[in-house]
């Protein structure tokens, strides 16, 4: 059984949004191709109190982004609402990484009632919470394939986007095209 995870494609992380990933809306089309194909689909979203860690009034590396109940931490409008089976919100605690969409989820249990034994991962951004979603899956025993066209990475520093594929794929992570 093969399950989709989409991670964190929301407003905040698209052009105009308060942490922009350049063309981080342009994984909308192939996520929704894929979740066509898929037969279980997760959403997972970037899901902040106010006083998140990582947020730069709190001594974080990023602008505040993806606050609860916010626009900016809504799905992006493209983003095919009618395949994805269940949502998983992340980043919840205040002072935990939240980086991952197994981090304090109960996302491998879900993931294990309904059979499935390879994740495909796609979304944004690559070189941080798509990464640590597909190692946790990977370490978790999933079989893991990141969809490269799919998502997008952030590239505070150039390259970055590459060393996440490198780290994946020693890691035993399949990173595919399309
Ligand atoms: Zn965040």
Redesign the pocket.
């Known amino acids: 059984m093969e399950a989709l995870i989409v991670v964190?494609v929301q407003n905040d992380f698209c052009p105009g949004g308060a942490?922009e990933v350049a063309e981080g809306d342009a994984v909308v089309e192939p996520i929704n191709r894929l979740a066509e194909a898929a037969p279980f689909v997760v959403a997972t979203r970037?899901w902040?109190p106010a006083d998140?860690w990582?947020f730069e009034e709190r001594g974080g590396p990023?602008p505040v982004?993806?606050v609860r109940g916010t626009p900016g931490a809504e799905l992006h409008p493209g983003v095919d609402r009618s395949q994805i089976d269940a949502i998983v919100d992340t980043?919840r605690d205040p002072d935990r990484p939240?980086?991952s969409g197994f981090e304090d989820t109960g996302l491998e249990q879900l993931l294990r009632e309904h059979g499935v034994d390879t994740v495909h991962v796609a979304g944004l951004a690559l070189d941080y919470?798509v990464k640590a979603t597909a190692l946790d899956a990977k370490r978790a025993g999933f079989d893991v394939v990141v969809h490269r066209d799919a998502t997008r990475a952030v590239e505070v520093t150039p390259g970055d986007g590459e060393r996440a594929v490198e780290e994946l794929r020693e890691a035993g992570v399949d990173v595919v095209d399309g």
């Open positions: 964190d942490l970037d902040h998140h990582s990023w982004h993806c980043g939240g980086y919470c």
